[in-house]
């Protein structure tokens, strides 16, 4: 199984922010097809410009996701070490795995 990541814009000046949404996504899945369905399931969209629901000036809401290259570490390293970095808030990161729990990732004080 392979980690796949969606990242939010600021479209509009906010994020979604709610149960399975935050300013990053994580799917864990077989392909990416799979993972997409799941992001897609969960509220991720595309072209929001396009269909009225995002602002014009600041584009699209959603990225279209990416595999995590996660290397030698655990996804939750990884992505602790990526919300320390880029994290506002709690949580910066869902994670949804493949037999159906989540994890979240917080940004972590820096010191």
């Given at each position: 199984m392979d980690f796949f990541m969606w990242n939010q814009n600021n479209s509009g000046g906010n994020f979604v922010?709610?149960?399975?949404?935050?300013?990053?996504?994580?799917i864990e899945a077989d392909t990416y097809e799979q993972a997409e369905l799941k992001a897609?399931?969960?509220?991720?969209?595309?072209?929001?410009?396009?269909?009225g629901l995002d602002c014009s000036c600041c584009g699209d809401r959603w990225y279209?996701?990416?595999c995590v290259?996660?290397?030698?570490?655990?996804?939750?390293?990884y992505l602790q070490e990526y919300a320390d970095e880029y994290g506002w808030e709690s949580p910066s990161v869902i994670i949804h795995y493949a037999d159906g729990?989540?994890?979240?990732?917080?940004?972590m004080a820096k010191k």
């Amino acid at each position: 199984m392979d980690f796949f990541m969606w990242n939010q814009n600021n479209s509009g000046g906010n994020f979604v922010v709610n149960d399975n949404l935050t300013w990053r996504v994580v799917i864990e899945a077989d392909t990416y097809e799979q993972a997409e369905l799941k992001a897609l399931e969960l509220g991720v969209y595309y072209d929001g410009v396009d269909e009225g629901l995002d602002c014009s000036c600041c584009g699209d809401r959603w990225y279209q996701g990416q595999c995590v290259d996660i290397k030698s570490q655990t996804i939750t390293e990884y992505l602790q070490e990526y919300a320390d970095e880029y994290g506002w808030e709690s949580p910066s990161v869902i994670i949804h795995y493949a037999d159906g729990t989540k994890g979240t990732i917080v940004r972590m004080a820096k010191k």
